[in-house]
Each structure stands twice: as structure tokens, then as C-alpha cells.
């Protein structure tokens, strides 16, 4: 079965970098775009960013660009997320998914992808 699998998280100082990684397995992964998804505590989960299934188009929300850069391997089955300057408001559970990659490309729908990992924590102090 599909397995999406999120590793890297922690805790880090505002300011501070971190990068989280997520492998893949049971799926054609160079066929599936990847994102980012994040949720907050006592919020909604929320859009981060997407990679295509090539690598070569990247989209990411407001709040975090210029600031993170999303990177994959499709000979490792990996996607990695680089976070720079984290704030505060950075903290929380980042998830990756996985949608085929028929779907239209600036989708930032949470509904939009069929595979999800199961999350990683990341706490950014004042």
C-alpha cells in the first residue's frame, strides 16, 4: 500500500532553518506531484507549497515564500522541505501528500490529494 512517511521535524529557534523529508513507497512516485500541507493548534490544515512530478514547477503559498523551497528525488522517492527564517507562526504539524499529476497544478485543495503521510512536528520558539 501507499505509505507517505515525514521525518525531520523538531524543535528550532525563531530564525532558524530545518528541513523535513518525506518518503515514498506503493506508489509510481515521478507520476504523483507532491505538497506540503500544515496544520496549526486549533486550526485548519493550510496549503504550503507543491512540487510537480518532474521537479520543475514549484508553487508555494504566500505566508512562506521566499522562505521555503520544496526539492525532490524521484530516484529516492523523496520530497524534502527547506524552511528558513522560521517564525513562531511556523509551528505545526507539517504533512505531505501526494495527488496524481493530471491535477491541475495550482489546486491548493487539501481534497485534491489522495495520499497523505502522517506528520511531523515543528515548533519554532520565540
Known amino acids: 500500500q501507499v505509505q507517505l512517511v515525514e521525518s525531520g521535524g523538531g524543535l528550532v529557534q525563531a530564525g532558524g532553518s530545518l528541513i523535513l523529508s518525506c518518503a515514498a513507497s506503493g506508489l509510481p512516485f515521478s507520476s504523483y506531484a507532491m505538497g506540503w500541507f500544515r496544520q496549526a493548534p486549533g486550526k485548519e490544515r493550510e496549503f504550503v507549497g507543491v512540487?510537480?512530478?518532474?521537479?520543475?514547477?514549484?508553487y508555494y503559498a504566500d505566508s512562506v515564500k521566499g522562505r521555503f523551497t520544496i526539492s525532490r528525488d524521484n530516484a529516492k522517492n523523496t520530497v524534502a522541505l527547506q524552511m528558513n527564517s522560521l517564525k513562531p507562526e511556523d509551528t505545526a504539524v507539517y504533512y505531505c501528500?501526494?495527488?496524481?499529476?493530471?491535477?491541475?497544478?495550482?489546486?491548493?485543495?487539501?481534497?485534491?490529494?489522495?495520499?497523505w503521510g502522517q506528520g511531523t512536528q515543528v515548533t519554532v520558539s520565540a
Open positions: 501528500a501526494a495527488r496524481a499529476a493530471a491535477v491541475w497544478f495550482y489546486n491548493t485543495a487539501e481534497t485534491s490529494y489522495r495520499h
Open positions: 512540487i510537480s512530478a518532474t521537479g520543475d514547477t514549484k
